[in-house]
């Protein structure tokens, strides 16, 4: 299965990516914690798209398109993956399409903005493993530790309200485009994000099943 997954931020993207590797046995390829690991290394990439994220922008097509075509060419996604923020533009879906990778289906995870707000207000990620939580919704079993890795649980600094709506600004304008791209060539599936993850999960399931 080559899947990307397509949705606004703080729908649930990350978390659904995170089951769906599980249950299917690929990984995730997320162009976000790329991104974040390069920052915290301090690499050249790191530091060029600091300046973009912490201000909701999106890093340039091109500097993203060498990024992807580096990663999706390692050994791990040779029996497919999950692409959880990439392609987030038409000039980065069409670069995937003039590639040589194959994507099976494309799942659009439906969720209303006001509870996207409502969600990353609260929203925790492990500084290692970049696995998701909530204060409300997905607490960790220890305040403030993962519960994969043990990891100190932070708040992004992309999740600050007023980045928060600038980046749900650019999902409409440049990214909310790709679902027409993808439901013309009859690649887009639809589930709606629920309140409880697992019912999310049952529902992602069923639209991938046809
Ligand atoms: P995410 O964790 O997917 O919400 O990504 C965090 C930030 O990384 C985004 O707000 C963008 O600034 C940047 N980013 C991630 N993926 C892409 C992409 N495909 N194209 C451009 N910028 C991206």
Request: charged fraction near 30%; include cysteine.
């Amino acid at each position: 299965m080559r899947l990307i997954l397509l949705a606004a931020p703080g729908a649930g993207k990350g978390t659904q990516a995170e089951k769906l590797s599980e249950h299917f046995g690929i990984p995730t390829i997320s162009t976000g914690a790329i991104l974040r690991h390069n920052i915290q290394e301090g690499t050249e990439l790191g530091k060029l798209a600091k300046t973009y994220i912490d201000g909701g922008n999106l890093i340039p097509d091109d500097i993203m398109i060498q990024v992807m075509d580096d990663r999706l060419s390692k050994e791990d996604c040779k029996n497919g993956f999950i692409l959880d923020g990439f392609p987030r533009t038409l000039a980065q879906a069409e670069a995937l399409d003039a590639s040589s990778i194959q994507i099976d289906k494309v799942l659009n995870i439906e969720v209303p903005d006001e509870k996207i707000i409502a969600r990353l207000s609260g929203r925790l990620e492990c500084s290692q493993c970049a696995a998701t939580f909530h204060t409300e919704y997905r607490k960790p079993k220890v305040e403030g530790v993962c519960d994969n890795c043990g990891g100190k649980l932070v708040t992004r600094a992309d999740d600050k309200p007023e980045t928060v709506k600038s980046r749900l600004a650019v999902y409409h304008t440049q990214t909310e485009p790709l679902l027409k791209y993808y439901s013309d060539k009859g690649m887009l599936r639809t589930a709606h994000g629920q309140e409880e993850i697992a019912d999310t999960t049952a529902e992602v399931l069923k639209a991938l099943e046809d």
